[in-house]
Nanobody, 115 residues
């Protein structure tokens, strides 16, 4: 069974930084894209950032220049470095990965930005 386990969420003041990690484990042959989505209360889940196995990235306009996604293919892990956090970044952040051609989701980690 494939699992995505996130870590690194928490409470931070506006302007601060957090780093999220997501490690995939289990019976894995290959992982294509990996990424992060978020869902704020009362809103739909939205893409934050995504990275292909080859390292190509794309970001939501709202986080460009503040967030950086990266991955370690040897560790089946994806990271999200979040800087200059804003109140509107508050959400549950979900890790997503295409593992052996199947979409997988993590359980989510809460990020709360306070004023």
């Amino acid at each position: 069974q494939v699992q995505l386990v996130e870590s690194g969420g928490g409470l931070v003041q506006a302007g601060g930084s957090l780093r999220l990690s997501c490690a995939a484990s289990g019976s894995i042959l290959s992982i294509d894209s990996m990424g992060w989505y978020r869902q704020a209360p009362g809103k739909q889940r939205e893409l934050v950032a995504r990275i292909t196995r080859g390292g190509s990235t794309n970001y939501a306009d709202s986080v460009k220049g503040r967030f950086t996604i990266s991955r370690d293919n040897a560790k089946n892990t994806v990271y999200l470095e979040m800087n200059s956090l804003k109140l509107e970044d508050t959400a549950v952040y979900y890790c997503h990965a295409v593992v052996d051609s199947r979409a997988r989701w993590g359980q989510g980690t809460q990020v709360t930005v306070s004023s």
